[in-house]
């Protein structure tokens, strides 16, 4: 069920391998912030009728980046709209070339159709949803493409798989990632101003983001003495 966060913000946070899915209802724009594996398409489906919504009325995805458990449920979502797909330009090249490999489909032993990403993600965008506006961070490290997305207007950064409740961070031992630049995405995180973080997976970080995006930060540096 998804639970509303602040206004038109909503989150689905996940029991499972699939990602936390955010839900921004925006007048014309209706948007999912990842997406799940797609195996729970139908509980979703089911799920969105709770904020007033389905699959077939999605007209927006923005992927954080296109691990598996954040951009499979892409596919179902094909079957019922066809909603504008956004993705940080160094994976959606990658993905419109038909080169799916860095959405992990295979290690996972998932079927992942071709997707074409129509809006390439950079540094600094705006993406203007009418009612909201999300600003595009790239934070790489878990991933090449891995971005954060600030709602100013509420205090809050959905942080994909760069920023975890209680101190953690994403993995970087998958293609592309890098502690390095894991620690630089950290540390720029955590001298941003935000009061409220809607990480990839587990519990939202509902007060004080930014004291726990330090804790993050050092500890990410420390691990990997950078």
Do not use: Q
Not at 32 to 51: A, E, Q
């Amino acid at each position: 069920m998804f639970e509303n966060v602040a206004g038109p913000i909503h989150v689905l946070i996940s029991r499972s391998f699939d990602s936390n899915i955010v839900f921004l209802d925006c007048d014309e724009h209706k948007v999912l912030i990842d997406t799940g594996t797609g195996m729970y398409s139908d509980r979703l489906d089911k799920d969105l009728t709770s904020v007033g919504c389905s699959l077939a009325g999605i007209t927006d995805v923005i992927l954080t980046h296109s691990h598996i458990d954040h951009i499979g449920g892409v596919g179902p979502i094909l079957k019922e709209s066809s909603p504008v797909i956004y993705l940080h330009k160094s994976e959606a090249e990658k993905v419109n070339s038909g080169d799916m490999s860095l959405t992990l489909a295979n290690t996972f032993g998932a079927n992942l159709p071709p997707i074409h990403i129509d809006r390439v993600l950079e540094e600094g965008d705006v993406i203007d949803l009418g009612s909201i506006k999300l600003k595009v961070y790239s934070t790489p490290g878990h991933s090449s493409g891995s971005i954060c997305l600030g709602i100013d207007d509420f205090g809050i950064l959905v942080t994909g798989d760069t920023l975890f409740a209680g101190g953690s961070f994403g993995r970087v031992d998958f293609p592309t990632g890098d502690p390095k630049k894991l620690v630089k995405s950290l540390k720029r995180i955590s001298e941003m101003d935000f009061n409220v973080a809607i990480p990839g997976h587990m519990g939202m970080i509902r007060h004080n983001a930014t004291s726990s995006a330090r804790s993050s930060y050092e500890m990410a540096r420390s691990m990997f003495r950078v």
